[in-house]
């Protein structure tokens, strides 16, 4: 055993022919570790089709955290990118309880995903919303990010794909 400066003993670490391990084999270890550390708490990119069903589906529960993460981020506009994802849960969940007025829906029976399409570096998705009284289509813009594929806006529309 090998003591430092202070008192304390410190461990060599020895391989096991013997050999005691030099700093640069220490290092490598340490890097090769920190590789794998890194590597393991990385997750898969979303494609652009599971960013969409996810939304759709963080929509239809109300999740706003999932919704948010699903969304560009807007860096300093974040308040504003809150403020937004609030008023697309609170109009899709009035839509789905069957909003009286003018143009009632009744209950959601089922959401369709339709294929996106490409528009330039960007996706585009529809989703069929069925009632029972009409059927609503939406739109979602993908758009691709350094975090992943993100939602940058959701609208109704008044066709369902192109």
Known sequence: MAS??????????????????????????????????AACGRAEA???????????????????QTTLALTVDRGELHALQAASVDQHLQRMQTEMQGATGAFPTGPLRRVELLPLATEGQGRVGWSRWIYPERTICHQAVLQPTPQGWRVAAWHDSITCGS
Not at 12 to 26: E, K, L, M, Q
Not at 50 to 56: G, I, L, R, S, T
């Open 4 to 37: 430092s400066r202070r008192g304390h003993r410190m461990k060599t670490i020895v391989w096991n022919d013997g050999r005691p391990a030099t700093a640069r084999t220490r290092r490598r270890a340490l890097v090769l570790l920190a590789l794998l550390f």
């Open 46 to 64: 979303l494609t652009p089709e599971q960013v969409h069903a996810q939304y759709v589906a963080a929509l239809q529960a109300n999740d706003r």
